[in-house]
């Protein structure tokens, strides 16, 4: 089953500073039909203006993904790492035993960003913090960027949680597939152009829940940017 929750229906806020649409049950916006997809919890889409951004905050027993779609985002927290996360690179904290963070878009332009939280299924880790650089030329499938599934190779980020994140360009007119194992879910969303799934259309940025498929076939309508994260039911 492919549901798609069209961009125009998402929750959210704008707060001057920080323009909010929530996939998800979150803050003010309160959907008792939506309130994640398995372990996946969050999935906020924000708009961050420049010089701005979230002060620090205190986190627990979340794995906190990350994802830059335009500009940058600052890291700093209270174990020391600081860092700088650039469109198309993502970061991940695990928040563990507990960790206090701040994000800052110091940059002179608007950055956009994808924050995912998804329920650890590993508690009472140590808190981290990490960032990396992934390719961005096409693909023939969505690449990890973090990954907590049984029989990841280490090539992307880690995760304390039976998921990934997993993203990948596709160019106007080709397509990839990718699999699902049996009790997975999915949620997709494409970060820039329009794709369809399985013959579904799904337009920039909708959000895109995946249930009882085991093989998806993703055609791009225009150049895309796909985001998706692979998680236990």
Known sequence: MIQVQPYGRLGGANHGWLNAKHHFSFASYHDANRMGVGGLRVWNDDEIAPGTGFDPHPHREMEIITYVRDG??????????????????????????????AEYNMEKEITRIFQIWIVPNQRGVQPGWGTRT????????????????????????????????LAGTVRKGASVRQSLQPGRVAYLVPAS?????????????????????????????????????????
Do not use: W
Not at 140 to 162: F, T
Not at 209 to 229: C, K, Q, R, S
């Open 72 to 101: 940058a985002i600052t890291h700093k927290d209270s174990l020391g790492n600081e860092g700088r996360t650039v469109a198309g690179d993502v970061q991940v904290m695990h928040a563990g035993t507990g960790i206090v963070h």
């Open 193 to 233: 152009g329009a794709v369809t799934v399985n013959g579904v259309p799904v337009n920039t940025r909708d959000g895109v829940t995946i249930t009882g498929e085991t093989e998806l076939e993703i055609v791009a309508i225009d150049d895309a940017e796909v985001v998706m994260v692979d998680v236990a039911a």
């Open 134 to 165: 992934f390719p961005k030329s096409p693909e023939s499938a969505l690449v990890p960027l973090a990954d907590g599934r049984a029989g990841a190779d280490g090539s992307a980020l880690p995760l304390y949680a039976d998921a990934a994140v």
